[in-house]
């Protein structure tokens, strides 16, 4: 079974509208660690956020907002007032404090049109 | 400069002819791992590294091998590429897993396979 789950495969949003990234998680650990990671097109793989499972606090780091849910096990990502340097590929990923591995979703890839 | 390198960054190579990827961490790093990565699925595990001599397969081990020797080398061999293996490979490395450390990626190799 898939752990993470990211359902939107593309999505195109004109800039300066907001647009939200799902990601639906699945573990049975009490105690887990939520990531994203954005891949422009240049192909790196950049750390945008991490989240331990006790912390459900949402995080704002300027246009970016994460809306951390243990009710629905969802990590959404929102850009608000988005740019053409958004266009990315993100991911969402899970570790385990039990486990040895890294789990990843499959990716959303967000196209800002200018 | 803290930082996770690759090499080589483009390989074309034929069936059969085994090859390796190099993987060097200069941050005293635990953790080490190898994914690839494929069009609509995201990045998957290969394998992994808890510590020195301490390796385990991911998700998708076959046909890959690794060896842990050092605390900062982790290669990637494959013995007899197939062009099932043609991807784009992203080696990663993280202080630990259990304290929820977010992975550190190095720049990808993409890899073909004739």
């Known amino acids: 079974a898939q752990k993470v789950t990211q359902a939107q495969t593309e999505i195109s949003v004109v800039e300066k509208e907001d647009v939200t990234l799902d990601c639906v998680y699945e573990?049975?650990?009490?105690?887990?660690?939520l990531f994203w990671y954005k891949q422009p097109p240049s192909g790196e793989l950049v750390f945008l956020i991490r989240r331990n499972s006790f912390d459900e606090q949402n995080e704002i780091s300027g246009r970016y907002s994460w809306n951390f849910q243990k009710s629905t096990s969802s990590f959404n990502f929102t850009i608000t007032a988005s740019q053409v340097v958004d266009s990315a590929v993100y991911f969402c990923a899970l570790s385990e404090h039990t486990g040895n591995q890294f789990y990843f979703g499959t990716g959303t890839s967000l196209t800002v049109i200018p | 400069e803290a930082q996770v390198t690759q090499n080589p960054r483009y390989l074309i190579t034929v069936t059969g002819k085994k090859l390796t990827v190099t993987c060097s961490q200069n941050?005293?790093?635990?953790?080490m791992s190898w994914y690839r990565q494929d069009p609509g699925l995201g990045l998957r595990q290969i394998y992994y590294s808890m510590n020195v001599e301490v390796t385990d397969k991911g998700d998708v081990p076959e046909g890959y091998k690794v060896s842990r020797k050092e605390k900062r080398n982790f290669p990637l061999i494959l013995e007899s590429p197939s062009p099932n293996q043609t991807s784009l490979y992203f080696c990663?490395?993280?202080?630990?897993?259990?304290?929820?450390?977010?992975?550190?990626f190095g720049p990808g190799t993409r890899l073909t396979v004739l």
């Open positions: 941050m005293n790093h635990e953790y």
């Open positions: 990663a490395s993280s202080l630990s897993l259990a304290g929820g450390y977010e992975q550190f």
């Open positions: 573990t049975r650990d009490t105690t887990y660690y």
